[in-house]
């Protein structure tokens, strides 16, 4: 059973920084692509960056137009962990924050990726 966990998230001041990490068990970590995504209420979840599998792809990543430049996606296969770096965070970054994991390539479409978690908090007030 696969099982993705969150953490890292909190509430920050505009300008500010967060790391989130996302822990991931229950399959071979390596071969599956990564993703985060953001929901904020009374919106629909949205892409914001997604690193692929460590064989052709190479970790290949994509990012949101919203978010380039400020966010960071790394992944450590030794600790089947995947990170997302934000920096100069904005107000309208608040959202719940999702990873997500999909076999080998890479997407920005939320109905491609098989398993979620549970989702963390990220506030940035102004």
């Known amino acids: 059973q696969v099982q993705l966990v969150e953490s890292g998230g909190g509430l920050v001041q505009a300008g500010g920084s967060l790391r989130l990490s996302c822990a991931a068990s229950g399959r071979s970590f390596s071969t599956y692509a990564m993703g985060w995504f953001r929901q904020a209420p009374g919106q629909e979840r949205e892409f914001v960056a997604t690193?692929?599998?460590?064989?052709?792809?190479?970790?290949?990543?994509s990012y949101a137009d919203s978010v380039k430049g400020r966010f960071t996606i790394s992944r450590d296969n030794a600790k089947n962990t995947v990170y997302l770096q934000m920096n100069s965070l904005k107000p309208e970054d608040t959202a719940v924050y999702y990873c997500a994991m999909r076999y080998l390539s890479v997407s920005s479409a939320p109905h491609e990726y098989a398993y979620w978690g549970q989702g963390t908090q990220v506030t940035v007030s102004s």
């Open positions: 690193i692929g599998w460590s064989g052709g792809t190479s970790g290949k990543t």
